[in-house]
């Protein structure tokens, strides 16, 4: 049996699995698609809808501008300017 809610959450690999970090350093490799023969057919699909979600968001939030060089992997550094 596949236990869905685990997935990303092993306590052997992550430190502290259930807490959100976000300056947490070098994370180990995500899940979410799986990977090998077993690689998430949706895939393609859920990167679209990703590209289109912040895409939509960075256009109600004025300026967004990158406040560093973007990393490998990681966040990108960004801020807005106030909204309305």
């Not at 959100?20 to 998430?40: E, S, V």
């Not at 679209?48 to 967004?64: D, G, V």
Request: proline share 11%; with cysteine; charged share 20%.
């Amino acid at each position: 049996m596949t236990v869905y809610a685990a997935a990303n959450r092993d306590p052997s690999v992550y430190n502290q699995p259930d807490c959100l970090d976000i300056t947490r350093g070098g994370p180990a490799p995500m899940l979410t698609f799986g990977g090998g023969t077993h690689y998430c057919l949706g895939r393609h699909v859920a990167r679209l809808e990703l590209a289109e979600a912040l895409t939509a968001i960075t256009r109600r939030m004025p300026n967004p501008r990158r406040l560093a060089p973007a990393p490998w992997k990681g966040f990108l550094p960004i801020e807005f300017d106030a909204g309305q």
